[in-house]
Structure formats: C-alpha cells, structure tokens
C-alpha cells in the first residue's frame, strides 16, 4: 500500500492473492485501505499454478512476488518472507 503510487507511475498493476476468505479480503483492505486489488484462492489453485510453496516447515503460507511484462511473460520471481524486501526488488525489477 505504501509504495502503490511508485508501481502505479511505472505503469504496473498490482494484484495481491492469497488463501483468505473474500470477506476476510474486504475487512483487510477496508481496515488498510489498500488501492489495489485483492484475489481470494482458497482452494489453492493458483498457489499451486505458480508453485508457491509453503515457509516455516510448512506453518506458514509462502510469500513470493512475480512480475510479468505486458505480453504476460514472467519477468522476475522474488520469494521471502519479509514485505519490505518485496517491494525493494520488485521497484529494482521494473
């Protein structure tokens, strides 16, 4: 949410998804006022399509950033736990 204006003037969609409910999605991002989109997968379908694997001997959901170009390409692949650092190489990336 911090650093959407940096992403959003280089021409970047964000889009955030991860295992929580829809409705868990709307109290999160009403509660953190997040300007970008939030996808519910529930059933792990994507996680499972983008190979995200779990951290912390499995307790933890795995937290990765893709970057695609406008053709739809996978451009960079970033996993970590920490958010900061998501940001910082993902802005790097583009």
Not at 5 to 17: D, L, P, R
Not at 52 to 61: H, M, N, Q, Y
Not at 69 to 88: Q, R
């Amino acid at each position: 949410r911090d650093s959407f204006e940096e992403f959003s003037e280089s021409g970047v969609t964000v889009i955030g998804i991860s295992s929580d409910s829809i409705k868990s999605h709307q109290k999160f991002a009403s509660k953190y006022k997040l300007p970008f989109t939030l996808l519910s997968d529930a059933k792990g379908k994507a996680k499972k399509l983008f190979g995200v694997s779990s951290s912390l001997l499995g307790l933890l959901p795995g937290r990765e950033t893709f970057v695609f170009n406008k053709e739809g390409k996978l451009t960079f692949k970033f996993k970590s736990m920490g958010a900061d650092a998501h940001i910082e190489k993902a802005l790097k990336h583009i």
